[in-house]
């Protein structure tokens, strides 16, 4: 059976797996069988405590919908491991799995290319390809784990793509991500970050996924946010941190606001001054807290790292934000999403 026709193990809670399961005429304690397979990222063969005529069967109408491992760095400095995984259709997205005090974290690819066009990002050259299934946002996580040989602690939605771009695979990700039956990783421990489609933030806040929201913002008005965020021409700051806002009295969840350092361009005295005073007019007392990031190097672009990280953090927390600059872990592998992709741009069909 062709690949493409075939059902992905993947794509099931435990539920679903069982009634399929059952539609191949076996028992349904059969499905948590796989099921404890599947998130160990083994493949139908490696299921040794089914019949083999179970996992002959299995084989002709399903596979696990795992990707493939085409590269892995792994950082001198730290430690962490990039991932460059192949799909079916060859087409290769990133993952960068990095280890923290609290455990390893993964930061994961919803997308395959990205369309949003933020000016700094490496991610968004050449445009949107596809959108990623359930499945494969899953298997990234999952073999991940398995090859580093360690349980993945949490997740964060932040590597190639815009995750509410992708909304009904991302939400459905979520779904099998939390599920019981599956990896079962609670949603206090996943984070999605979104340049900022106010409209699927708000639907975001009925979902029920208590997740952590990031926010890319990057600029105090409207006029530098156009400029870096072609997405602030369709939201602007008004109505996304409106939404921000009310995304915080719906889900009572702190969101966190993601800030790129752009030496010379956002990196300021004056640019803290006006951020500051932004986030607490629209936030209006609501917890929230400000992750600095210095602006990474991509070939064709003239931004370039600010030396004032620390100091801008400093002139923040003097106004009474919470604000902290993100470690740059990985730096020694280019570990920012997007990059080992465009290496391998003349191998990924389009």
Known sequence: MDSDLKTKLLDMDIDELKRFIAEIGEPEYRAKQIMSWLIRGADISEMTNLPLRLRERLSEVAETGLPRIKRRLVSKLDGTVKYLFMLEDGQCVESVVMQYEHGRSICISTQAGCRM???????????????????????????????????????????????????????????????????????????????????????????????????????????ERDELMPVNKSYNLDRLL??????????????????TLIAGKNDDSLHADRLAKLLKRYMRGAPFHVNLIP???????????????SQFRDELLRLGVNATVRRRLGSDINASCGQLRREYAGEIPT
């Open 242 to 259: 409106g939404t921000c806002a009310n995304f915080f009295r719906t889900t009572g969840r702190r969101i966190s606001f993601e800030f």
């Open 117 to 223: 066009g933020c000016r700094f990002c490496a991610s968004t050259l050449g445009g949107l390809v596809r959108n990623l299934r359930p499945y494969e946002i899953l298997g990234q996580v999952i073999a991940a784990q398995r090859d580093c040989s360690r349980r993945i602690d949490s997740i964060v939605l932040m590597g190639i793509g815009e995750p509410l771009d992708n909304y009904d695979n991302v939400m459905r990700f979520l779904h099998l991500v939390g599920n019981p039956g599956g990896l079962n990783i609670g949603y206090r421990h996943i984070s999605l970050s979104t340049c900022g489609l106010a409209d699927k933030i708000e639907r975001l806040s009925h979902e029920g996924y208590p997740v952590t929201l990031s926010v890319s913002l990057h600029a105090v008005c409207d006029k």
């Open 295 to 309: 602006v990474n190097a991509v070939e064709g672009k003239a931004y370039k790292k600010s030396p004032r990280a």
